[in-house]
Nanobody
Framework: VQLQASGGGLVQAGGSLRLSCAVSGRTFSSYTWGWFRQAPGKEREFVAA????????YFAESVKGRFTISRDNAKNTVYLQMNSLKPEDTAVYHC????????????????????WGQGTQVTVSS
């Protein structure tokens, strides 16, 4: 599976960005999809995930109510819509793919994901 993230950039606080993760190489519907981020000097952290069927989504508390995750099966693409951005959202954002049978207790762990795309930088100015 190959993952290609895009859509990052520089935005003012309160603004919005939509990240895209284009997927190729395997059956799109066979995976759980996640977004993680890593700020300078910090550990990589979970942001959001979506089940292969798209019916279940998961969010970090820090982004709940501001970010949404979705998928477009026809385009083999996963999206992360980020609204009301804050300076603390500044990080490199990575998309990842893991087993469709991933259990809920591990969905927020980066070790549960098998495939990773390169990151896209998001910078939020105050």
């Amino acid at each position: 599976v190959q993952l290609q993230a895009s859509g990052g950039g520089l935005v003012q606080a309160g603004g919005s960005l939509r990240l895209s993760c284009a997927v190729s190489g395997r059956t799109f519907s066979s995976y759980t999809w996640g977004w993680f981020r890593q700020a300078p000097g910090k550990e990589r952290e979970f942001v959001a995930a979506i089940r292969w069927g798209g019916s279940s989504t998961y969010f970090a508390e820090s982004v709940k109510g501001r970010f949404t995750i979705s998928r477009d099966n026809a385009k083999n693409t996963v999206y992360l819509q980020m609204n009301s951005l804050k300076p603390e959202d500044t990080a490199v954002y990575h998309c990842a793919a893991g087993s469709a049978r991933m259990i809920s207790t591990t969905i927020r762990l980066d070790s549960a994901y098998d495939y990773w795309g390169q990151g896209t930088q998001v910078t939020v100015s105050s």
